[in-house]
Nanobody, 120 residues
Framework: VQLQASGGGLVQAGGSLRLSCAAS????????MGWYRQHPGKQRDLVAR???????EYADSVKGRFTISRDNIKKMVSLQMNSLKPEDTAVYYC???????????????WGQGTLVTVSS
């Protein structure tokens, strides 16, 4: 299973970016999908996640500014980031909990990370 993230880049404060992540490989079922971010020297923290039933959860710091969505047919998860702040600068990682076969246990996979830089 591979997760391919795209959409990072440099944006001014107040601007917007959209991150996308496509899952591929031997996938029987996708459970929760989400986005995490890691600031330099810090641990990786949850930004947002969405269940297979489209229930969403957000970090307090991004509520009202970020929107997570998923396309179960395309096996994609996206993060629309609006009103970006310098403190949103981080490496963003997509995450998915995947079942590779009907009898398999859920396994967690990570994308390669994409850098988001917000200038003040």
């Amino acid at each position: 299973v591979q997760l391919q993230a795209s959409g990072g880049g440099l944006v001014q404060a107040g601007g917007s970016l959209r991150l996308s992540c496509a899952a591929s490989g031997s996938i029987f079922g996708l459970n929760d999908m989400g986005w995490y971010r890691q600031h330099p020297g810090k641990q990786r923290d949850l930004v947002a996640r969405i269940s297979s039933g489209f229930v969403t959860e957000y970090a307090d710091s991004v509520k009202g500014r970020f929107t997570i969505s998923r396309d179960n047919i395309k096996k994609m998860v996206s993060l629309q980031m609006n009103s970006l702040k310098p403190e949103d600068t981080a490496v963003y990682y997509c995450n998915a909990n995947v079942r590779t076969a009907p009898w398999a246990m859920l396994a967690e996979y990570w994308g390669q990370g994409t850098l988001v830089t917000v200038s003040s």
